[in-house]
Structures are given as C-alpha cells and as structure tokens.
C-alpha cells in the first residue's frame, strides 16, 4: 500500500466507541458484586432478593439502579418545576398586541386618513375583548392600515397552525417557519393520505404496499423512519396521547381559548378536522396509551404546543424509565431498560451505568454464578460459594498471619505424604514444582498459540504447578453450629454462617482427606449442606438442643474411625432442650438438669470417641460462661471468647492446631479470647 494511502482519514481516526458495550473492555469483575449478595444471603435474603439489593445500591465505583433513579425523578420534577402551559397562548397575545401597537402607530400618523375611518379604527381597537382567540375572531375582518402590523397578525394564523402540526409531528414548527402556500398543501394532502391509510388498517383493508406507498411519498414528514405501519402507529399515538395529557392539564380557560383558535390555524378549519380524525383513529388503534392523564405544570417558562407536547413525552419517558429501574415486576430484568430513552433523558454517563449493571447482571446469572432451579427460584451456585468461600478464607488468612506462630491457611497438609496431585502454583506456596506436567504446560500454551518449540520452549507463571500433599492424620471434623433466634438477634447470624463458609471451603480446597460435617441446633438439630446453612433464614425458634447435636456428631465421628475427631461448638446460650427416647423435643427454661445431663451424656461419648473439642463463647453471659467452662474441663477441651469478627479466625486456627498442621494456630485469637483446658 503507497504511504500516502497508510494516512487515516478523518472518517477512520479513532474515537469513542458508542454502538453497544466497548468489545476491547475487561470482563466484568463479579468479587464485590459476589462478596456483597453472599452478605445478603448469610443475613437471611433470598439470592434474588441479594442479587437486586447490589444492583440498586451498586458498588464502590459503580452507581447502582437507585442513584440513576434519583436522577431520573429529579428530572421529572424539573421539567414540571420549570415549564407552565401559557407558552402558545402568550406568544398569540404578545403578537396580537405588537400588530395592535403597529396599527395605533399607523393610524396616528396618517395624516391623510379620513378622521371618521380613523374614529372607527380606533374605537375598534380600543375595544378588542380580553379573550385572545375573541379578539383575532374580530380583527380577522379588520382592514389593517399598517402592513407591519396585518404581517404580525398573520403570524398568529401561521403559528397556530404550525404548534398544531408540531403536537402531532415533532419537528413541523421549525420545518414549516415561513412555509409557502405549495407547502401548506402537501401537509394537508399527506395527512389526507395518513387518515386513509390508518382507517383502511382499521378495518383491516391495507397492505404493505400501500404503507410503502405512503412512506415513498411522504416519509420526509417522519424523521423516525419507521419501517412498518404498527411502528408508524405506535410513534403517532405517543405522540398524540402526549398532546391530550397536555391539554388535559390545561385549565378550562386555556382550553377554550385554544379551541376558539385552533379554528383559524392556516385561516381555515380543515385542518383541525383532519387532526380531529386522525386522533379519533389513534385512540380506536392505540387505546392502552395513556390518553386520560395529566400533570400540574407551575414552573416560569411558558411551553408551546409543540414543545409542550414534547415534554409531555419526557414525562412518558421518565415515568418507564422509573418503572425499569424499580425492577419490581414478575420476571423483571436489566435487559428491559431503554437505553436510548435513558440517553435521551439523562446523557450518555448513566447509559454507561445502565449497561454496565446490565453486563454485570448477565455475568452473574450465566457464568455459573447464580442459577434459576425448577421451582423458579434463584440461587447460588457451587461455583459462587467456592468463590465466596475462598474470598472468606482470604480474610481468615489475613487475620491468622498477623498472630504469633500462624501459618498460611493456604499449606494444605504440610510436612505430609505426596498426594498425587497437582494444582496451578499460587504466591506463597512453597510445595515443590511437578517438572512434567509444568513443561506440558509451556509446551501446550505455545503450540496453541502458533509457536514454534523448535528453539526451546519458555516458562511462564501460569504454566507452574505444584505437588500437592496429604496430612499424614486424617480428620473428622463436626462444626456445630448454634441456629437459635438470639444469634440473629444479638448479631452473630451472619459471622456464624462466614464461619461455616470458610471452614468447608478450607477443608475441601486444602484439605480433601478430612471430613466435615455441618450440624445446625436450635429446638432440635439437624446435619446441613453448606448452601442450606448459608441461606438459612433466622426463625423464632425457642431452644439450644445441644445434646441432639452432640448425638449427630458422635455418629458422624464413628462413621470414621480411623479419623481423629475433630468437635468444634459454636454457641451463645445454655442447653435448654435436649431429645426424648420417643424422639420428641424436651423444651424448658431455666435449663432443666436433665437437659444438662443429656448433654453432658454425649459430650463424654465425644471424649471416649477421642474427639478433640473446643467451644467458641459468644457473648458475655456469666451462666454461659461457667457452664462452658466446666464443660470444657471435664473433656479436656478448650475455650475461646473471641468477638464475632473473629469468630472465623479462632475456628479455622482452632481446626488446624486440633489436627496438628499449624502448631501454634490457636496460640491467640485477639482480644476478646480465653484459653481454657488441657490443650492449651
């Protein structure tokens, strides 16, 4: 190609691009989006109820629906706060006085006038009614004296005719501004043809080719080029519906005034029976516009017609646009917001808000991260609550590494046997690197892409990976969790649940070989899958069953029994239900002995099963307090009080120094801890 052809033109040089999302864009990021609807779960939201809570409020740098719907209600009330509907009116009457002045002037200088035809000119005009449209009824048989001033009369009769035109198609005042008698006729002969058209399609009589017919002939009148007749309609009757909410807003007066008037637009009626026509078929076609509504316009500046009607519009506009981004209707979805008419009402900055939250919603709901199941509900999928889970750990991680003798969470089954398995090298990880399947990596990544390995192949990063290994002790491990109202009530719903969260994803991220099991205790218990337990909404639920807890866990211990068991007791509140031999649910408070002793029962069947147990206080009850205590010294176990930010942190260092992978672990977990038993 010649270099001087290489130049870019002005059409090709690089700018903004406007047509759809940015295709050179990163992906979307989902980890505030998922860390925030994960919040939303644990405290007892439905996935979608989470899912439409981060897209109103949005994200740190991103605006959510609620801000663009505070923009777009300021904007309505702007555009009612602003604008009266006096604007033709006042135009018609300043006219009218300009021609007035114009032909006073002439008749006081006219010294030639006969001085009984300048007695009678005067006495007329002096006597004009106060009514606009009763006056210009009068003076249209008046012999104006001045052609300045029968010039500015005729104004009136143009710009009538003109704002009437503008209610019905945006755009005919400007178009139409000193128009000639030729153009006044193809205005009337193309809405004679309009009428035709749409009654043939009212009865059911028209065709394709008659709408392209009309179109070829008159399509200079419909700047939206629309490309049926259902599109013509539907632009038509907006429109219309617009112009009736108008002079629906209007008081009588105005009302009266402008049909008086609207009589004498162009100097003849047809034209206003044809405009009366067309409505009457718009409203017969299009009856679910909204023909009967109306605003209170009480701002400074004066619409016209034309003008008006189109803020009528904006309203329109502005009133879906409130609706879409409500998303409060059944099957609701970002994808449903009009993105020209929010361009059109708020720029081009809250499209880029729109379309972002738009990408994001679609990224959460088809990248696996949220799934609709058969009973329509959304929810959370494995992959989410991985993901979740490995953000929680991170947050434990982070705590741990600033205590005394941690270690990184990350080190599954340190100073362990080889597994077998490998996975992709993270920073920090100090396992030793697989050579094979590391080099199979570079080989393939550079075969992909084209690349030649002829001259040796280079490693990358990514291509490492890592030889994973085993804890030479394996672990059954039952996290009992405490479900009773007053977790919810006191605050410590949500850290229980990031409790839960994060120890399964460390146990089946890191330590595979082990084996959880989540148990929930309110008035009874119950064994819960991680995505149960963490949707669990908080219920008035009276009771702490620890002793059925402690059952399960016993059976969860010796379906293992080459396992070292592992009990961790998560709690706010003494025993005060336990279970009958019948299988019903024995309630009382004060806890009952017997209560008590059942749970004391299992807790030594713990102890003969080997388990190695640690309670986690939450709060300040000295009853609970001396309860635990004596509980924890009579299976040689632990105590720990941590805060309920904590809490996470002093379980997942308390399950690593119990099965001996991070000695020194659970040496400190802060303020709010306290050691208690034989362990420490």
């Known amino acids: 190609m010649p270099r001087a052809n290489r130049r870019l033109t002005r059409a090709a040089r690089y700018g903004r691009y406007v047509d759809g999302p940015d295709p050179l864009a990163p992906p979307v990021d989902l980890t505030e989006a998922l860390d925030a609807i994960g919040e939303e779960v644990m405290a007892g939201y439905s996935p979608e109820q989470a899912l439409r809570e981060f897209l109103r409020r949005g994200g740190r740098d991103q605006n959510g629906l609620d801000d663009l719907a505070r923009r777009v209600a300021e904007r309505r009330r702007d555009l009612t706060r602003e604008h009266n509907l006096d604007g033709t009116l006042q135009e018609i009457k300043d006219l009218l006085d300009k021609a007035v002045l114009a032909e006073r002037k002439q008749l006081a200088r006219d010294a030639l006038m006969d001085e009984g035809d300048r007695a009678l000119a005067q006495m007329q005009l002096d006597n004009l009614p106060s009514s606009a449209a009763a006056a210009v009824s009068e003076l249209n048989g008046y012999d104006w004296k001045s052609s300045e001033a029968r010039a500015d009369f005729d104004k009136i009769k143009d710009l009538l005719g003109r704002e009437m035109l503008d209610q019905r198609f945006a755009g005919m005042k400007n178009a139409l501004e000193n128009a000639s008698d030729a153009d006044r006729e193809a205005i009337t002969a193309m ?138 209707y059944n099957g609701s979805r970002l994808d449903d917001l009009d993105l ?74 340190a100073a362990g046997e080889r597994s077998g398995s490998t996975r992709e090298w993270a920073f920090g990880d100090t396992e030793p690197w697989d050579v094979t399947r590391t080099i199979t990596n570079a080989v393939t990544r550079v075969a992909g892409s084209g690349g030649s390995t002829a001259s040796g192949v280079r490693i990358e990063i990514g291509d490492v990976e890592v030889q994973e290994t085993e804890a030479r002790t394996q672990a059954a491990v039952a996290l009992l969790v405490d479900t009773s109202f007053s977790m919810a009530m006191d605050g410590r719903w949500v850290p229980m649940k990031r409790t839960a969260l994060a120890l399964h994803t460390l146990i089946t991220s890191r330590f595979r070989g082990d084996d959880l099991q989540l148990i929930a205790f309110g008035r009874s218990a119950q064994v819960m899958p991680i995505e149960e337990l963490t949707g669990l909404e908080a219920e008035w639920d009276k009771g702490t069953n620890l002793h059925h807890a402690l059952l399960l866990a016993n059976r969860h211990f010796r379906k293992h029994p080459n396992a070292q068991p592992v009990l961790l007791i998560v709690t706010d509140g003494e025993p005060t239900s336990h279970l009958e031999a019948n299988g019903e649910v024995f309630f009382s408070y004060p806890p009952h002995p017997l209560t008590i002793a059942y749970a004391v029962r299992e807790l030594d069947n713990s102890l003969r099963l080997g388990a190695r147990t640690t309670f986690f206080r939450l709060g300040d009850d000295p009853g609970l307090a001396r309860f635990i205590d004596s509980m924890a010294r009579r299976v040689d176990g632990s105590v720990v009080a941590p805060e309920a930010d904590d809490l996470g942190a002093a379980v997942v260092g308390s399950y690593l120094g119990s099965r001996g992978s991070t000695p020194g672990a659970s040496d400190d977990f802060g303020g709010g801890a306290r050691r208690q038993g034989g362990l420490w």
């Open 191 to 328: 809405l004679g043809d309009l009428n035709e058209l749409l009654e043939a399609h009212a009865r059911g009589e028209d065709t394709p080719e008659q709408f392209e017919d009309f179109m070829a002939k008159h399509g200079e009148f419909f700047p939206e080029h629309p490309e049926t007749i259902d599109e013509l309609l539907d632009a038509l009757a907006a429109r219309a519906a617009a112009a009736q909410r108008m002079r629906n807003s209007m008081s009588q007066e105005q009302r009266d005034e402008l049909d008086a008037l609207a009589q004498q637009a162009f100097g003849s009626p047809e034209l206003m029976q044809g405009l009366g026509r067309l409505d009457e078929t718009l409203r017969s076609l299009r009856p679910g516009e909204d023909w009967g509504g109306s605003e209170r316009m009480d701002g400074e500046q004066g619409l016209g017609l034309g003008d008006g009607t189109g803020v009528f519009q904006d309203l329109a506009d502005l009133d879906e646009l409130s609706e879409q981004l409500a998303q409060s």
């Open 340 to 413: 020209d008419a929010l361009s059109r009402q708020l720029g081009a900055d809250a499209v880029v808000d729109a379309r972002t939250l738009q990408e994001l919603e679609k990224a959460l709901r088809d990248t696996g991260t949220m799934k609709r199941g058969s009973d329509g509900q959304l929810r959370m999928t494995p992959k989410a609550m991985r993901q979740l889970g490995k953000a929680l750990l991170r947050d434990v991680a982070q705590r741990l590494s600033g205590r005394q003798g941690a270690r990184d969470v990350r080190q599954a089954g």
